[in-house]
């Protein structure tokens, strides 16, 4: 914007000399990043109030060098968009799989990025095996998964989403009737001891959507971490997914809201912030959010969904703060000269997914019938929100062994893939490919594997096709 005014990187180099000087006299430490950066970058510019400025990455697109660049010059925090999912990182149970969530950690760490962990146990995206398990073999398999994912990635993971859309929404402040939650009350609490014993060190964190401002559904949430905090479960932090539009606004209390949560002592984090819209209105919903973050001492750091608006789950509202071609909206000078005008707040512990209108509660369509044959056989099941779907595939072989096999599943019209795994895809519009990858090319005869895959528009209803070899 070419009125854009100048940032004041004086005045807070010059405080921030005062704030190091003062609490180092205190005996404690203060983390600044150089303040020569401070104006040019989202990470640069929030580092020096204390804060990080990260962004979700889907491993397939850092290929993308457009893509790329704009993560590994703006953002110095990482969260995986769905490749540390349980569907995606044990696929089959007791044999997990992390090639792609490898892949971001070490892209992230190679350009010293720290990595948020999503999800370790969640509802949705979780594999058909889970599904089909209850009670007290459902409840060992989650803490098993929780242990063996935190344990894998052990001093790598800044904070984790430990439960990710526990609660229901609506005005009765209910848990959401799931099958984790139908393996007894106190699975929250168990999955957050798990995650800490596993990784001492990992900030521990629950995740909602559609608690941004005070209502039954936070109030819920608050309650809940209250209690943790008062019978020392082991949790240090709440994320505050943020996804905004016309229909589900930036609401007046907004920091309010993040305050009460931080007067108990925890960290609250923005985790993934999206707003439809475009020009001056985005623009300032863009720096009401920020500026309540950077108000609130213990709200440690934001996280935009995506990198460009084609990237976006919700893409058709151009919600992100660079463009298709990866140019720099209205939104991203504002959002950066909040940053910079934004004072010199230090958290007192540095830093070390839907709205109303979208997939508040997934609707979920039962999985096609399959062919019948002797090769392989695939089923689909959405769940489906309006403007986007993730879809699970569940390939099953036949009366003999399957050493290879391909899906191919067509698209409705103005429907697209985004991201996947499990699967190599070729395309990602029409009829869409899916190969196998090295790791789950062999299924045994009358066995099953899954790979998953989100895409915006309409999700398939047509029956996949299989290929055996």
């Not at 150089?34 to 400025?53: I, K, M, V």
């Not at 009350?185 to 401002?213: H, Q, S, V």
């Not at 019978?231 to 993040?258: E, K, M, T, W």
Request: charged content about 15%; some cysteine; aromatic content about 8%.
């Amino acid at each position: 914007m070419s009125d854009r005014p100048v940032p004041r990187r004086p005045r807070l180099r010059t405080t921030l000399t005062l704030l190091a000087a003062s609490v180092a006299a205190g005996g404690l430490s203060l983390f600044v990043a150089p303040s020569a950066d401070a104006a040019t970058t989202l990470g640069a510019s929030a580092a020096a109030t204390g804060r990080y400025f990260g962004a979700a990455v889907a491993a397939y697109k850092l290929s993308d060098t457009v893509y790329a660049g704009i993560l590994d010059r703006e953002f110095n925090m990482v969260t995986p968009e769905n490749e540390m999912k349980w569907d995606a990182t044990e696929p089959s149970q007791g044999s997990f799989s992390y090639g792609s969530a490898d892949q971001i950690v070490n892209h992230a760490t190679s350009h010293s990025q720290r990595i948020r962990g999503h999800a370790l146990a969640w509802h949705s995206q979780q594999p058909g095996w889970a599904q089909s398990l209850s009670g007290t073999a459902l409840r060992s398999a989650m803490l098993n998964h929780v242990t063996q994912v935190a344990t894998h990635y052990k001093g790598k993971i800044y904070a984790w989403d430990v439960v990710n859309e526990a609660f229901a929404d609506g005005s009765t402040g209910a848990r959401r009737d799931s099958n984790l939650q139908r393996t007894g009350n106190d699975w929250i609490e168990a999955a957050f001891r798990a995650a800490r014993t596993a990784d001492p060190a990992a900030k521990l964190c629950y995740n909602d959507y559609n608690t941004d401002g005070q209502n039954a559904k936070s109030n819920a949430v608050f309650a809940m971490v209250s209690d943790f905090k008062a019978r020392g479960v082991p949790i240090d932090c709440v994320g505050f997914q943020s996804h905004f539009n016309a229909q589900s606004p930036v609401p007046s209390d907004y920091q309010a809201n993040l305050q009460r949560f931080a007067n108990l002592g925890l960290d609250v984090q923005v985790t993934e912030l999206d707003i439809e819209g475009s020009g001056a209105t985005q623009a300032t919903n863009y720096g009401r959010v920020v500026q309540a973050c950077l108000a609130v001492t213990r709200c440690t750091g934001i996280t935009v969904w995506g990198i460009r608006d084609t990237d976006s789950w919700r893409a058709s509202g151009t919600p992100l703060l660079f463009d298709g071609n990866g140019n720099k909206k209205a939104a991203y000078t504002t959002t950066l000269d909040t940053l910079n005008g934004g004072g010199t707040t230090v958290p007192t512990t540095p830093p070390t997914t839907p709205p109303t209108t979208g997939p508040t509660t997934p609707p979920t369509t039962g999985p096609t019938t399959p062919p019948a044959g002797t090769g392989c056989s695939a089923t689909v099941t959405l769940n489906q929100w309006t403007g986007g779907f993730t879809a699970t595939v569940r390939v099953t072989a036949g009366s003999v062994q399957v050493n290879g096999w391909a899906v191919t599943l067509t698209l409705p019209s103005g429907a697209a893939v985004t991201n996947a795994w499990n699967a190599q895809n070729s395309g990602t519009t029409g009829a869409v490919r899916f190969a196998n990858v090295s790791y789950n090319a062999q299924i045994a005869a009358g066995s099953s594997t899954e790979f998953g895959f989100q895409g915006t528009g309409t999700g398939p209803t047509a029956t996949p096709v299989c290929a055996a070899s």
